[in-house]
């Protein structure tokens, strides 16, 4: 059997006043995308700055391709590239000179370092910025430029936190796009706190939450966990909400905008969706728009986080 790209047994870390993460273990042994899934202060962070060998972990061990980050560090970080949350960009620096010194601190021989980096320029999609100072590039082309140097060196896993932090929706699906063809060639980390974002980029999916992955498994079975429980509707002659509770399944409703309402309903009835439409039709509601709702992001942690509670116990 091969080795794990990347293999987590047992790691935890304390600043002092208590443990930041506890007693995380998981291994990476193909190519794609995995979440790592929490809330700002869940641990995500200090998850991935011990994988990349970034900090010293208090307990545990980390293996890269067998490797441990430890014991052997620089044959560990030769196989890593890591994109932290705030790039480590020198901005009076232009393209090509960054990504040439990046080239130096990774050892590449001196004689490949022009098609390494005319290699990574062109997969991130920055050639045509090689003379540019780094200053004078937007937020996406920045976050672009910070994930070329992270695969400059070819790594076998890139770690990626918070990459499409404050950019802007058309620099977010650009990125994106990065991120999943980067994942054809290798093993990618990618961290966020935006559940759409893990959502649209990763097959799998791990959930960090005060320090404890309560969620490890495929993208789809974490989607098929997240039960809707409310749908927004309107309708052209909007009811009363005594009158819509009178739908079978239907245990609450609350305002929304407009002429809508949120209809909060039981997860375990059926249908609930195909009444609604049909009371409709026969009261001459005229239903105008419906839509499913997905758990939030607080009611998911604490569902997992009680889950993970109770397996303990």
């Not at 700055?49 to 490797?67: D, R, S």
């Not at 950019?167 to 706190?193: G, W």
């Not at 009158?243 to 245990?251: S, Y």
Request: aromatic share 6%; hydrophobic share 40%; charged share 25%.
């Amino acid at each position: 059997m091969s080795e794990a790209i990347v293999k987590v047994e047992n790691l935890s870390h304390s600043y002092g006043g208590g443990w930041a993460i506890r007693n995380i273990s998981f291994e990476i042994d193909q190519k794609g995308v995995l979440g790592l899934l929490g809330s700002n202060g869940a641990g995500k962070s200090t998850t991935m700055n011990i994988v990349c060998g970034v900090l010293n972990q208090t307990e545990g061990n980390v293996y890269i391709e067998g490797y441990n980050l430890r014991e052997n560090p620089e044959e560990a970080k030769r196989r890593i590239g890591f994109l932290p949350q705030n790039p480590p960009l020198y901005l009076d620096l232009t393209v090509d000179e960054y990504l040439t010194h990046c080239a130096h601190l990774r050892l590449i021989e001196r004689a490949r370092i022009p098609a390494a980096v005319q290699e990574a320029k062109e997969r991130c999609g920055v050639a045509h910025f090689s003379r540019r100072l780094i200053a004078n590039l937007s937020g996406g082309y920045r976050q672009r430029v910070g994930i070329a140097q992270a695969i400059i060196h070819k790594p076998r896993i890139v770690v990626l936190d918070e990459p499409t932090n404050g950019l802007d929706p058309n620099q977010i699906y650009e990125v994106r796009k990065l991120i999943k063809e980067i994942a054809e060639e290798r093993s990618v980390i990618f961290s966020s706190h935006i559940l759409s974002e893990v959502q649209a980029t990763c097959q799998s999916v791990k959930m960090i939450e005060q320090g404890h992955v309560v969620f490890s498994d495929t993208m789809d079975a974490f989607n098929n966990y997240i039960t809707p429980s409310s749908m927004l509707v309107a309708f052209e002659n909007l009811p009363t909400p005594e009158i819509l509770r009178t739908v079978p399944g239907i245990v609450n409703v609350t305002p929304a905008e407009g002429k809508r309402v949120r209809l909060h309903f039981d997860p375990e009835a059926k249908a609930v969706t195909e009444r609604v439409i049909e009371t409709s039709v026969t009261r001459g509601w005229r239903l105008t728009e419906i839509s499913l709702e997905r758990s939030s992001l607080d009611e998911i942690f604490a569902k997992l986080s009680n889950k993970e509670k109770k397996t303990v116990l």
